[in-house]
């Protein structure tokens, strides 16, 4: 399995500002939502842990499929690993 260098807060961060970005473009090309991703993420930051937060009790179908205990150990990791400062480009 790949293990991205990039903290899941980060790129949860850089959704939701994609999805922001995209809808303020109106047709405005990839390269401006890139930039505006990499410029606004940190401000969406509050939004992904909240993010991380509701997964931190899985649903059944969750559940059935893995380890609830390295599930709950690898949110809580993800969550308190946000609270560090902001991994720089």
């Given at each position: 399995?790949?293990?991205?260098n990039?903290p899941?807060a980060?790129r949860v961060a850089r ?10 473009a109106h047709?405005?090309d ?5 930039r505006?991703?990499?410029?606004t993420?940190p401000?969406f930051?509050?939004?992904a842990?909240?993010v ?9 179908t969750?559940?059935?499929a893995?380890?609830?205990v ?8 993800a ?9 720089t480009?």
């Open positions: 399995m790949p293990i991205s990039m899941i980060e959704v939701l500002a994609a999805q922001a970005a995209r809808r303020q047709g405005t990839d390269e401006a939502v890139n505006t991703v990499d410029e993420w401000q930051t509050d939004n842990i909240e991380l937060k509701t997964l931190r009790e899985p649903d059944a969750m559940a059935q893995g380890n609830l390295n599930w709950q150990s690898m949110i809580g990791a969550i308190d690993g946000a609270a560090g400062p902001p991994r480009p």
